[in-house]
């Protein structure tokens, strides 16, 4: 059984060879959609403001992590079609909450 090839946007959804096959498609079939998709700069849509930050921007924390954790952290990522930053920042809390 061969496995489906499969793409993670960066907001961390899983896109399907078919999926792709339909969106390529409605994109070509209409040139004016396809020219304009094209001509459009990428926009990032950026994180939605996490609770209790009234508005503000929240801290942003970074850590450095071995290759392998890092690899698992995607694949759990993957499974539960999360970013991996969602998943960092429940583990933190979980962290904090348990070691208080």
């Known amino acids: 059984m061969n496995a489906e090839t ?3 946007t960066s907001a961390g ?3 399907t060879e078919d999926e792709a096959a339909r969106v ?3 994109f070509e ?3 004016d959609t396809m020219e304009e ?3 459009q700069p990428i926009r990032r849509r950026g994180r939605a403001v996490l609770v209790g930050t009234q508005g503000r921007r929240s801290p942003k ?3 450095r992590v071995g290759e392998d954790l890092y690899a698992q952290l995607r694949q759990q990522a993957l499974r539960e079609q999360r970013r991996v930053s969602d ?3 429940d583990a933190v809390a979980e962290y904090v909450k348990t070691h208080h």
């Open 6 to 8: 499969t793409w993670t």
């Open 13 to 15: 959804r899983v896109i």
């Open 24 to 26: 390529a498609a409605a």
């Open 29 to 31: 079939a209409d040139d």
């Open 37 to 39: 998709a094209v001509a």
């Open 61 to 63: 924390v970074e850590a």
């Open 87 to 89: 998943l960092v920042r």
